[in-house]
């Protein structure tokens, strides 16, 4: 029947080597995955065929019934995947079973350790698509033409998984793709039809396309004895073949929602949650929503995969619409399934229709409300945060209409637990604002341990006041746009006039005021001695341990995110920072009866002290050690 001419045999990229020899190690114990990859695949060229006969319906070659059959023959040891959806071009089959095209593969290949379950888990992030048939399977043959194409125009390609495959036309008289995997033996029991159909219905439910298993029946004579011939193949649909969220909620279980999940997403864990609604009014769609429990290899990859996937009235229309979400949630996945859109719409039109806007804003608002939901249970929303909050810190600045509710989802470290586990709320910190606190203090270093001995926390730590301890890249940034909660503005302690509020009574000001009269003349030598090293210096009372501190006025960028800056090659102008002086401590003390020969090395040491307690770089650190060298020595 099918004739093979023109064989070619080609070598794997490099990439797809690794994949097949980390996946047949790791996934073994999680092998009844193939076909779940496989019906999954089916399903998507059913969908694609449907779209593109929207055009041209002579695509479907007068085949319009699209359909996976599983088929198997446990003598010969082999399981078969058919669909009649979209086939593949040689170009194709070279193209997607030949090479792995997703961004960022190679680093990703590179973080696999051997440990079993360690990849399994990595890959699992990846995705591992059509390959996983080499788990059970010793050889693969994938027969396939595309949809229209001649029937001389059929491509087979077969492969053992060991580095290379071969590629020769053959004649096909049906459009589509069949898969045929000669089981190893340790897998026969794959070719089994109760196995299969249990996997089916355990995998394959919720796919809108029949999913079907040949039935034979056989006539039996009246002493009940099966008659020779007289055997009948009927096909038998055997998941449930609707699309899942066109059901009501009430009749999707948890299981079917997790099952549908790893189609759509291509993760292979549960998600922590999910979203299904269905609006009629002025916008008319159903969206199905999901929060996964861990991060996809390409989430910070710039081309990487986001967006629902998207249908119009049912119909497929294509993955990853990005349009639809904010980038600060590109980690939802699901569907998006509407009728304001018309059938023939294209990523470029998806850009300017405004129906697309309004869309995009009521899923925003739906992520956030399933977001609120996952927060009370804290431990489901402690793995999310883990996993995304650092994605999640991108919204004030991208999406200010929703900067208040996504204030609401955001967690800190904080001085209350100084733990760097950020578990802390926004609303647990004003619950726990000390009386005639106006504020919520915040300070950003360069690590949890710099933010939590920073110098600048002293008074406050005295007093009892809670810091929130930010220390991720973003977070300065972040709080460039967040200036405000629940009517209290956020305050970077490290920045411009140290204000407690009420929280210092009149007293307590007083006698500050008067310290700074009285030392009014040191700091006026200090300022010489430092000349053009500094802004400004000043007596200050945040500090209780430490000499001295640096401050930088209000509305300069901080110093993390200058030195980021200056990481990305990005030139800063130079800013002198405010040396702030503790009038209790030992060495100020020291510095005040010191002689004109110590008092700029002391002056100087205490300032380059304050920078490297800030995390920050001295530009002649030589210069500082011998200064504090020959203080020591005196
Ligand atoms: P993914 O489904 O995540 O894209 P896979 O490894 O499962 O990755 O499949 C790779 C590609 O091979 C698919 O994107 C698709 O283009 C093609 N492919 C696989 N199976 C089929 C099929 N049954 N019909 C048509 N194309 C297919
Ligand atoms: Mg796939």
């Known amino acids: 029947m099918t004739t093979a001419t023109k064989e070619e045999t080609l070598g794997f990229q490099t990439e797809v080597k690794q994949l097949l020899n980390l996946m047949i190690h790791s996934l073994y114990s999680n092998r009844e995955i193939f076909l779940r990859e496989l019906i999954s695949n089916a399903a998507d060229a059913c969908d694609k065929l449907r779209y593109a006969a929207l055009d041209d319906d002579a695509l479907f070659e007068g085949d319009s019934e699209l359909r996976v059959e599983i088929e198997h023959d446990s003598e010969a040891g082999t399981v078969t995947v058919r669909d009649n959806g979209i086939g593949m071009n040689r170009d194709d089959v070279i193209a997607n079973l030949g090479t792995i095209a997703k961004s960022g593969t190679a680093e990703f290949l590179q973080q696999m350790s051997g440990e079993q379950q360690k990849d399994a888990n990595l890959i699992g992030q990846f995705g591992v698509g059509f390959y996983s048939s080499f788990i059970v399977a010793d050889e693969v043959t994938v027969r396939t033409r595309k949809a229209g194409a001649n029937a001389a125009e059929g491509v087979e390609w077969r492969s053992k998984g060991e580095g290379e495959f071969s590629i020769a036309e053959v004649e096909r008289e049906r459009h589509g793709t069949e898969i045929v995997l000669q089981l190893k033996d340790d897998a026969k029991e794959y070719a089994d039809d109760f196995r299969l159909q249990g996997l089916v219905r355990k995998y394959s439910d919720h796919i809108e396309v029949p999913v079907r298993m040949p039935k034979t029946e056989t006539a039996k004579d009246d002493e009940g004895n099966a008659i020779e011939g007289s ?54 769609y159903t969206s199905l929503l999901f929060v996964p429990g861990r991060a996809p290899f390409d989430l910070y990859e710039r081309d990487g995969a986001r967006g629902v996937k998207l249908y119009v009235q049912r119909v ?75 994605v999640l810190k991108e919204g004030p600045g991208e999406d200010a209409s929703n900067r208040e509710k996504i204030a609401g989802l955001l967690r800190f470290s904080s001085t209350h637990a100084d733990s760097a586990t950020q578990d802390q709320s926004l609303a647990d910190y004003v619950e726990r604002m000390k009386d005639g606190q106006q504020k919520i203090y915040y300070i950003v270093a360069d690590g949890f341990n710099a933010a939590k001995s920073s110098p600048h926390l002293e008074i406050f730590r005295k007093k009892g006041i809670e ?165 020591l020595t005196a």
């Open 231 to 284: 055997e009948v193949t009927t096909w038998e649909t055997i998941n449930e073949a609707t699309a899942l969220w066109v059901r009501p909620k009430s009749e999707v279980t948890e299981d079917e929602y997790k099952a549908f999940y790893k189609h759509v997403s291509h993760d292979f864990s549960d998600p922590l949650t999910w979203s299904h609604n269905k609006v009629e009014g002025k916008l008319e």
């Open 316 to 390: 497929f229309i294509m993955d990853d619409a990005e349009q639809f979400l904010p980038l600060y949630l590109r980690f939802v996945k699901g569907v998006l399934d509407t009728r304001d859109l018309s059938l023939n719409v294209s990523r470029e039109i998806l850009q300017q229709d405004p129906q697309v806007e309004k869309i995009k804003s009521a899923l925003t608002k739906r992520s956030l409300d399933m977001l609120k939901k996952l927060a009370k249970d804290t431990e489901a929303y402690q793995t999310f945060w883990n996993t995304f909050g650092s």
């Open 467 to 631: 810091v929130l301890l930010l220390s991720d890249r973003i977070d300065e940034w972040l709080m460039s746009h967040l200036t405000e909660f629940d009517g209290k503005s956020l305050t970077d302690v490290a920045k411009g006039e140290l204000d407690l509020g009420d929280v210092e009574d009149a007293d307590e000001k007083k006698a500050q005021e008067e310290t700074a009269k009285d030392k009014e003349d040191l700091v006026k030598r200090v300022k010489e001695a430092l000349s053009d090293g500094v802004q400004e210096v000043k007596i200050t009372h945040r500090l209780t341990d430490s000499p001295a501190c640096v401050v930088l006025p209000e509305n300069e960028m901080g110093f993390q995110m200058r030195r980021i800056m200056e990481a990305a090659g990005q030139p800063m102008p130079e800013v002198k920072p405010i040396l702030e002086l503790n009038p209790g401590h030992a060495l100020v003390a020291r510095l005040e009866s010191a002689d004109d020969a110590t008092f700029g090395d002391l002056a100087h040491i205490l300032l380059d002290q304050a920078i490297i307690a800030e995390g920050g770089h001295l530009d002649d650190p030589a210069a500082y050690v011998k200064r504090l060298n020959g203080v």
